[in-house]
């Protein structure tokens, strides 16, 4: 049977890095298995889902290159894959339980099932539903249904039972009954919970194995229990390890950054992100050391078995290495076109704007290098586009006082001016032999020029910089810091 497989997100907020990774491997899966991959938007929670959230799950899965094979943008056999638009399915497959006798209404009023819930912590007893309704005659039952009473339907559970769940990185979990509630199946507005939804459409759509984080662990006897009262077989469920904090506690906002929008924001290559995401459930690795996995690689190597239930921890000083990596990695028109589509996009706090893209292809050899993140872009650039706002103490690391400052970088325009061009083959040499006429360290004189020409200590290489930025700018950058080291007060230097 073709391997089907499917991540099911809530569309709620921001796209959650989470998301991503339990669809990485659900996607390394299929592919792995030349079986089919799933977008399923489980919407059914009405006040929390939102379709900017589920645009945004649709794009970052773009983003990041999960193709899915069906889904609610690009269709497929199985359809509607959006919950919200499923609903006369789980209709009728409540219909189907409750004349089983696998589920029952439940007429309990709020207030009622509030003041059992205050009872059983009084009372110190595990919350639960109490019965109630259970074991309403067939007849009641209808009646009050057919009078327009509200009612939810609740799962009917044998509680003397135990239900074990097979997983696959875990083996046998068991479950007893007595720890099981009669959940709610179908609330009284008539929409599904997740429990009853998740399995009717993981039925529908033939999906065969049910990879998704161990939080959902609790309720997958919940789910066991519904193939069953439905005649159906289980699917194969495998539990991922959860992302942690570095204190080990789930991955969390106030910790970690969560949003996939956030990381592309910042500039993180989807390859590096995929890379990372991979290394936090399972080790690639080729026994050379290398931590740099593409996805075909990820795909040779990745064995479902073999995740391990350690708890990663997301560990963000990682991440931007192994972007640098990937950064580095770019050929030189590669990645001027990613800087090119990155500093385009609109962002809430950035808007796009338009780089010349041969431009931005001279720069990408001096700062590929150097580079973590495509959003450092500006940082790394600035100079080029901005006049330079000299401040005192950036001349600091040039460890010479100001009136020695002003004469070495008199002494270096006066040095590029009389050659024609600049080249830094040339200039490099010539500057180093004026340093020691000069009797000061060339790294010194060479720390003068980087914070006169761009205001920072740390820069792309300079004097290739001073190429691109033209000879004119550059000399007249020269010249303005050593008028204003000069004049400055030295006492403030
Ligand atoms: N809607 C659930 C979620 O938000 C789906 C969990 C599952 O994969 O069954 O993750």
Not at 1 to 8: D, H, K, N
Not at 188 to 213: E, K, Q, W
Request: one cysteine or more; glycine letters at 6%.
């Amino acid at each position: 049977m073709a391997v089907r497989v499917r991540i099911a997100p809530s569309p709620t907020g921001d796209p959650h890095v989470g998301t991503a990774y339990v669809g990485l491997f659900n996607w390394l899966y299929a592919r792995q298995n030349g079986g089919q991959f799933l977008l399923r938007i489980e919407d059914t929670d009405q006040t929390r889902s939102t379709p900017a959230s589920e645009a945004s799950i649709m794009r970052t899965m773009k983003w990041l290159d999960l193709a899915y094979d069906e889904g609610p943008d690009v269709g497929g056999p199985c359809g509607p894959y959006r919950q919200s638009e499923r609903t006369a399915h789980y209709r009728e497959h409540t219909k189907l339980l409750l004349d089983k006798g696998a589920a029952y209404r439940c007429f309990c009023s709020d207030e009622r099932l509030a003041l059992m819930r205050e009872r059983q912590k009084a009372a110190k007893l595990p919350p639960g539903y109490d019965g109630t309704c259970r074991n309403l005659p067939k007849e009641e039952s209808e009646r009050r249904a057919a009078a327009g009473e509200k009612f939810v339907v609740r799962m009917k559970i044998d509680k003397a039972g135990k239900t074990i769940v097979k997983d696959v990185l875990r083996g046998d979990i068991e479950f007893s009954h007595a720890e099981i509630d009669d959940q709610v199946l179908m609330k009284s507005d008539n929409f599904p919970t997740y429990h009853l939804a998740n399995v009717v459409d993981d039925r529908l759509m033939g999906i065969t194995h049910v990879l998704r984080a161990e939080e959902w662990i609790p309720s997958t006897p919940k789910h066991v229990l519904l193939y069953q009262a439905f005649g159906w077989p289980a699917p194969v469920f495998c539990h991922l390890p959860l992302l942690r904090n570095a204190d080990r506690t789930k991955i969390s906002k106030r910790k970690n950054p969560t949003s996939l929008d956030w990381y592309r924001a910042q500039g993180f290559l989807p390859e590096a992100l995929v890379n990372f995401l991979a290394l936090m459930g399972f080790a690639p690795s080729d026994g050379s050391g290398s931590e740099v996995f593409d996805r075909q690689q990820l795909m040779e190597r990745f064995a479902l078995e073999k995740v391990s239930l350690g708890g990663p921890v997301f560990d963000l000083t990682k991440l931007e290495w192994l972007n640098g990596e990937w950064i580095r990695r770019l050929s030189v028109d590669a990645m001027a076109d990613r800087l090119v589509d990155f500093m385009a996009i609109d962002f809430p706090d950035r808007p796009g704007r338009k780089l010349d893209p041969a431009f931005v292809r001279q720069v990408v050899p001096l700062i590929q290098e150097r580079m973590k993140k495509l959003s450092e872009w500006d940082e790394w650039t600035d100079f080029f586009f901005k006049e330079v706002v000299l401040a005192k103490e950036a001349f600091r690391r040039a460890k010479l006082a100001p009136p020695e400052l002003a004469r070495v970088l008199t002494a270096c325009a006066d040095l590029l001016a009389a050659v024609p061009g600049l080249d830094h083959g040339r200039d490099e040499p010539a500057l180093r032999d004026l340093a020691t006429r000069l009797g000061v360290k060339v790294g010194d004189l060479f720390m003068a020029m980087r914070v006169a020409v761009t205001g920072k200590s740390a820069t792309p290489p300079l004097l290739e910089s001073m190429e691109l930025l033209g000879k004119e700018k550059s000399l007249a950058r020269l010249r303005a810091a050593a008028k204003f080291l000069s004049e400055g007060d030295p006492a403030e230097l």
